[in-house]
């Protein structure tokens, strides 16, 4: 930017019409020079840790508070001795399991990337400025592995390219065109990237094990199909891509051969701005083996399935929106000093 005024008056504000009612903010975008080629480049990585990460309570913890919980209602304990025996040994990791679901779903740390190139220069009668922004951030939370056939990686990209051209056409002529285009794309999983976080902090460790030993995920009659890591990496992904672009052009005659300080100018603008989503989604089988331990110590299990697994992926790219805008303006303008007066309009 190189330079931002607002116009309040009514006066100032004129030239824009019934869209300058409430004032307008004017930005001028930095132009290119005539002094050679000057180019700039920055880049800057960034790491991402974890500043505090919540502390859970393991199997045996949860298990052990859950009784005492239940106790102080006048209620039965849900978990024996020998159940609590095993979230403590981890001796049936299936029935009795210790799942950190925090671990489970992040890594350790997140990066960024943040690149930006400037190119100016231009001659006397030919100018530019191009800016190029790149920039990138990939999250903590972690990807699908498995299945190839879409990407959870869960990133936000951004690119950012403006050109402004000055040009002299003849002495008294000049055009200025002006180009920015925006790209963002958000990727993910299809279960959302916030509302996974609900899963990771309102499922207990002793809830059930990520997979049985046959593969099937883990899940219950209580928490459904809302296995953290499942929802994460083997629901689908969603990919949000917005963008947009701006151009303007304008060219401004002197009109000095009729009377000096006069001037005519013709500008068009266009705007395209538009978003799209797109989206996979697959189902999984999930299961429970209504573990218990009789008082003997033998383990009884009934096995319950619930869902299916999806052969095919099931896909939708539609538009979320699509605006297209433009605006034309002709204007003369006269401006002249007369020894010490001015005039102008």
């Not at 990209?157 to 056409?169: A, H, I, K, W």
Request: hydrophobic share 35%; with cysteine.
């Amino acid at each position: 930017i190189e330079s931002c005024y607002v116009l309040k008056d009514a006066a100032a504000a004129a030239l824009y019409g019934m869209r300058g009612a409430n004032g307008v903010i004017l930005i001028t975008t930095k132009r290119g020079t005539s002094n050679g080629l000057n180019v700039k480049v920055d880049y800057s990585f960034g790491v991402s840790t974890q500043f505090r990460s919540p502390d859970f309570a393991n199997a045996y913890t949860y298990a052990n508070t859950l009784n005492t919980a239940l106790g102080g209602d006048g209620l039965s304990a849900r978990y024996n001795t020998h159940e609590l025996d095993a979230f403590r040994t981890g001796i049936y990791p299936y029935d009795y399991p210790d799942v950190d679901w925090w671990d489970e779903t992040l890594n350790k740390t997140g990066f960024t990337h943040n690149l930006k190139m400037a190119f100016s220069g231009g001659s006397e009668k030919f100018r530019f400025y191009t800016v190029v922004d790149y920039y990138r951030d990939r999250s903590m939370l972690k990807k699908n592995t498995e299945d190839t056939r879409y990407d959870t990686t869960p990133t936000d990209t951004r690119l950012t390219v403006r050109t402004n051209l000055d040009v002299n056409v003849t002495k008294s002529t000049y055009l200025k065109l002006g180009i920015a285009g925006k790209m963002k794309e958000l990727r993910g999983t299809r279960y959302g990237r916030n509302a996974i976080f609900s899963n990771i902090y309102g499922t207990p460790a002793a809830a059930f094990p990520i997979r049985y030993e046959n593969g099937i995920f883990g899940g219950s009659s209580v928490y459904g199909d809302k296995n953290p890591v499942a929802l994460l990496k083997h629901y689908g992904h969603i990919r949000n891509v917005y963008g947009s672009l701006l151009a303007d052009l304008s060219i401004r005659q002197e009109l000095d051969m009729l009377t000096k300080g006069l001037a005519v100018e013709a500008a068009i603008s266009f705007d395209n701005i538009g978003g799209m989503y797109e989206t996979s989604s697959k189902g999984y089988r999930y299961m429970n083996t209504g573990a218990s331990i009789a008082d003997d110590g033998t383990l009884v299990t009934t096995p319950t399935i619930w869902g299916t697994d999806s052969e095919t992926l099931g896909h939708s790219q539609p538009f979320e929106n699509l605006l297209f805008r433009s605006n034309f303006q002709v204007k003369a303008d006269y401006n002249r000093t007369f020894g010490k007066h001015r005039i102008g309009g």
